[in-house]
């Protein structure tokens, strides 16, 4: 059974960065469309990066030019770095693997701006969050 755990959240303060890593178990990281989800409080779900099999990236406008997604085959992980923070960046953040390639999958890009149920249908596998804090 496909499992990702996140770790890497935290507090800081604005201004500074944070890194999350989200370790895949019995999938190999970069077979198909993994991302970085995350969900403020009382807010919707919303996409921040995505990172597609042949490496290609797409980040959400709100974190272009921030946060950077990669992955390392190597050891199986899916990183976000998440540079100069603000308090609006506060949330709980999840990674997401899509683990079987559906006949109507969508790009990956468009994960981005899938709702919540398209993003769940079409990305299996989801981790339990890392939660990350910014102060001013």
């Known amino acids: 059974q496909v499992h990702l755990v996140e770790s890497g959240g935290g507090s800081v303060q604005s201004g500074g960065s944070l890194r999350l890593s989200c370790a895949a178990s019995e999938y190999a990281v970069g077979t198909y469309c993994m991302g970085w989800f995350r969900q403020a409080p009382g807010k919707e779900r919303e996409g921040v990066a995505v990172i597609d099999s042949d490496g290609s990236t797409n980040y959400a406008d709100s974190v272009k030019g921030r946060f950077t997604i990669s992955q390392d085959n190597a050891k199986n992980t899916l990183y976000l770095q998440m540079n100069s923070l603000t308090p609006e960046d506060t949330a709980t953040y999840y990674c997401?693997?899509?683990?079987?390639?559906?006949?109507?999958?969508?790009?990956?890009?468009?994960?981005?701006?899938?709702?919540?149920?398209?993003?769940?249908?079409?990305?299996?596998?989801w981790g339990q969050g890392t939660l990350v804090t910014v102060s001013s």
């Open positions: 997401a693997a899509d683990v079987f390639l559906d006949s109507d999958q969508p790009p990956c890009a468009e994960m981005l701006v899938a709702t919540t149920d398209e993003a769940t249908k079409y990305l299996e596998v």
